[in-house]
């Protein structure tokens, strides 16, 4: 009885509501077959968005946000094309600056009054207003990166009362580089959120 109590109460909170999310964001390599060089370069992300639960007191949502984004990325060092997708130093790095939109769906698991767990996945959409090239002394030529690109994003998060603590994965789905064969990369952020109602 006190069970089935709990879960009344947690379903009734299950509104649509306004977030705030700061993301802490790593990028690691998917592309290159080198372990020399330099990898999980830091970055951080702000959300403001929006969750919509699709039934009234069950777990299905949707969530949508815009964000504006600061990454430190890794990348290739200017070398001969045969070898350009497998050199990576740490003194060839990107600080891109960006904005971009994700929508994702999911599933909320009730836990008990005040705890949730939820699972999601969607695309993600990212846009580069300016990046700054960091070659040292290499030329930069190579260092070009297309302005538009399309992640997938998949996480779980944990929502206790208002507050949402999330772990996501967002691997890129299109090359990034315009002259360097097969760069991507996968962004892992750990985030802490707001719900409000």
């Known amino acids: 009885m006190i069970f089935i109590d709990a879960l009344s109460l947690a ?15 790593t990028n690691v390599y998917n592309s290159v077959k080198s372990t020399i060089g330099h990898n999980y370069t830091p970055g951080f992300s702000f959300e403001l968005g929006g969750k919509q639960f699709l039934v009234k007191g069950k777990g299905w949502f949707l969530e949508e946000a815009p964000f504006f984004q600061f ?30 939109l994700y ?26 207003i300016k990046y700054y090239p960091d070659c040292g002394v290499n030329d930069c030529t190579d260092h070009k990166l297309h302005k538009a690109n399309l992640r997938f994003k998949i996480g779980a998060g944990l929502n206790i009362n208002n507050v949402n603590i999330s772990l996501s994965m967002c691997p890129d789905l299109l090359d990034r580089g315009l002259k360097i ?17």
């Open 11 to 25: 379903q009734a909170s299950r509104d649509n509501n306004y977030t705030v999310r700061l993301n802490y964001n």
């Open 71 to 100: 990454n430190d990325l890794p990348f290739a060092k200017s070398v001969p094309s045969e070898k350009r997708d497998i050199a990576v130093l740490p003194y060839d790095r990107l600080r891109e600056l960006g904005v971009g």
């Open 103 to 128: 929508f994702v769906g999911g599933y909320d698991f009730i836990i008990n009054e005040k705890m949730s767990l939820d699972v999601f996945a969607g695309p993600d959409f990212r846009y580069l």
């Open 181 to 197: 064969k097969r760069y991507r990369s996968v962004q892992v952020a750990l985030g802490i959120g707001y719900y409000f109602k």
